[in-house]
Nanobody, 113 residues
Framework: QVQLVESGGGLVQPGGSLRLSCAAS????????MSWYRQAPGKEREFLAI???????YYADSVKGRFTISRDNAKNTVYLQMSSLKPEDTAVYCC???????WGQGTQVTVSS
């Protein structure tokens, strides 16, 4: 069955960095566009970044220049490198696969001193 499993979240100080991973299984990963979203308490889910099957990337303005999405098709994994983190980046971060509209369960990122 399809699985998307995020990891790499945690507590980080403002200005710090984290790398999130999303391991995929159950579908042909290399043929899918992969995205990252986040949802903070009381807020709507927010699109962050997408990487196409061919490697083209696109970012939301809120994270452009600070976050980098990448993929390793040999490992069926998509990454989100996050730097210059701010308290407002605190949220549950989820990966998404399209087509198929597959979602992972999310990983918590907390930015706090």
């Amino acid at each position: 069955q399809v699985q998307l499993v995020e990891s790499g979240g945690g507590l980080v100080q403002p200005g710090g960095s984290l790398r999130l991973s999303c391991a995929a299984s159950g579908f042909t990963f290399s043929s899918y566009a992969m995205s990252w979203y986040r949802q903070a308490p009381g807020k709507e889910r927010e699109f962050l970044a997408i990487i196409s099957s061919g490697g083209t990337t696109y970012y939301a303005d809120s994270v452009k220049g600070r976050f980098t999405i990448s993929r390793d098709n040999a490992k069926n994994t998509v990454y989100l490198q996050m730097s210059s983190l701010k308290p407002e980046d605190t949220a549950v971060y989820c990966c998404h696969a399209n087509p198929g509209d597959y979602w992972g369960q999310g990983t918590q990122v907390t930015v706090s001193s």
